[in-house]
């Protein structure tokens, strides 16, 4: 600041009487000076700002690391996204893609699994790890299946998800686990449908209730539930009167599991009513059971 005092007055000195030559003068000088300034500002500024990519192998091995020995699988979903943002269309990349969708799997993070996984199958449809993200989709739907008395819908997109794995990759390890896992889902929904047919029939809503166990019937017939339907739709069949469909129903069920205690009972009150355990070919009970096979 002195030096630029100085200046100014050795200027003013030099030539007496010019005023606005003056501070014309002084203004372009100034002007210099802030910008000088304000350019090495930024120089320095963005040097600071400038972070230097890590290799994607040393990324991705520090995130195996920290999931299989430190179980930290959110430090370790972090490394294999940094891999992913700083190495974007590497291999690096893909391989730390499904371990990350499997790094969200192993710390019940299931929304961000899914996320993960469905990027990975839309981003590398032919990749041999496909089937395996299609899985970890349909395994954390099938993580989150509630109790039979709340909503079923992630049961359902469980049951989508898994039938997408036996469909497209039939032939892999991920097919047979994935078609254990749809029997118990189906299991779960038949379930349900079995609560709500049960609450309708103690209030004497037989309608309601035979549509119910008639869903069970139709689409979950290999379940556990389906000899408890048959007999259900005995009772209801009976209590409104149409004894054709209650003597098919008892038949039907006698027919496939003879020694069900459900058939005993159902047998019982048919022959209560003084009738006989009777199938009606053209009953959709009878039709139901030989679509699929059975009867």
């Known amino acids: 600041m002195l030096a630029v005092s100085r200046s100014m007055n050795s200027i003013a000195t030099t030539r ?3 005023g606005g030559a003056l501070w014309r003068v002084v203004g372009r000088f100034c002007v210099l000076v802030l910008l000088a300034v304000s350019v ?14 890590e290799p994607a192998e040393k990324l991705y091995n520090e995130g195996l690391y920290l999931m299989q020995n430190k179980r930290d699988y959110r430090q370790a979903a972090k490394k294999f996204e940094e891999v992913d943002r700083q190495h974007p269309y590497s291999e690096w990349a893909r391989k730390s893609l499904i371990m990350l969708a499997y790094a969200h799997y192993e710390g019940t993070q299931y929304d961000d699994t899914i996320n993960a996984a469905k990027r990975y199958v839309t981003l590398h449809p032919g990749s041999p790890d496909a089937a395996y993200a299609q899985y970890l989709i349909g395994s954390s739907y099938f993580d989150q299946i509630p ?5 079923q819908q992630r049961t359902e997109k469980a049951l989508q998800a898994l039938d997408e794995v036996v469909r497209k990759y ?7 686990s994935a078609k254990r896992k749809m029997e118990m889902a189906r299991d779960q929904l038949a379930g349900k449908e079995m609560d709500t047919a049960r609450f309708a029939q103690k209030r004497s809503q037989f309608i309601a209730a035979i549509n119910r166990y008639k869903v069970v019937i139709t689409q979950y017939q290999t379940t556990r539930h389906v000899e408890e339907a048959l007999m259900r739709l005995t009772e209801c069949y009976m209590a409104l009167g149409i004894v054709n469909e209650a003597q098919t129903a008892a038949a039907v069920l006698g027919h496939n599991f003879p020694d069900s205690s ?9 022959k209560g009513g003084g009738l006989e355990p009777r199938e009606d070919n053209a009953s959709w009970i009878s039709k139901a059971f030989k679509r699929v096979g059975l009867g």
């Open 147 to 151: 109790d039979i008395t709340r909503d």
């Open 40 to 53: 090495s500002g930024c120089s320095w500024f963005v040097r600071e700002e400038v972070i230097p990519d």
């Open 262 to 270: 459900w058939y005993r009972d159902a047998y019982g009150l048919v």
């Open 16 to 18: 007496p009487g010019s």
């Open 170 to 176: 039939p032939n892999t390890e991920y097919a047979t």
